[in-house]
């Protein structure tokens, strides 16, 4: 059975826009397609992301691709110059640390254990049609 992407997946940010988000922002910001905050904060992407299975589970919940298909996806944005890469983190932990390094970071855990600081909380409203991520 399938789980809902609110229950595994956390969005968190440092010197972000809002402190919420829909899917569908969430979703467009993750995928390379917001530069710069309203703040003038660079958009900075950090993920977890390596072979395991929370990475697999991102990679098809965001991007509904496998890892190998993200890794493409990024490196097309990248070289066309259309966006930088993301921050690729072997673990929440670390992740967290690289989110609270940078301001304009926006995070993506799935099944994060780790205390997230109050301040780094972002929420998703989720409209009708929103169901999940895809």
């Known amino acids: 059975m399938r789980q809902n992407y609110s229950s595994r997946i956390r969005i968190c940010g440092n010197s972000i826009d809002e402190k919420s988000y829909t899917i569908s922002d969430i979703k467009s ?12 904060n660079r958009v900075i992407i950090v993920m977890r992301f390596n072979e395991d299975e929370k990475s697999q589970y991102l990679a098809k919940e965001i991007y509904n691709k496998s890892i190998q298909g993200v890794k493409k996806f990024w490196l097309g944005l990248v070289f066309s110059g259309r966006s930088s890469a993301p921050l690729f983190a072997d673990s929440n932990e670390e992740a967290l640390l690289m989110l609270a390094k940078y301001e304009g970071a926006i995070g993506v855990f799935v099944d994060c254990q780790e205390e997230i600081p109050a301040d780094f909380k972002v929420s998703i409203i989720k409209s ?3 169901k999940s991520i895809r």
């Open 29 to 40: 910001i993750l995928k390379g397609e917001k530069s710069l905050w309203k703040n003038g």
């Open 128 to 130: 009708e049609n929103e």
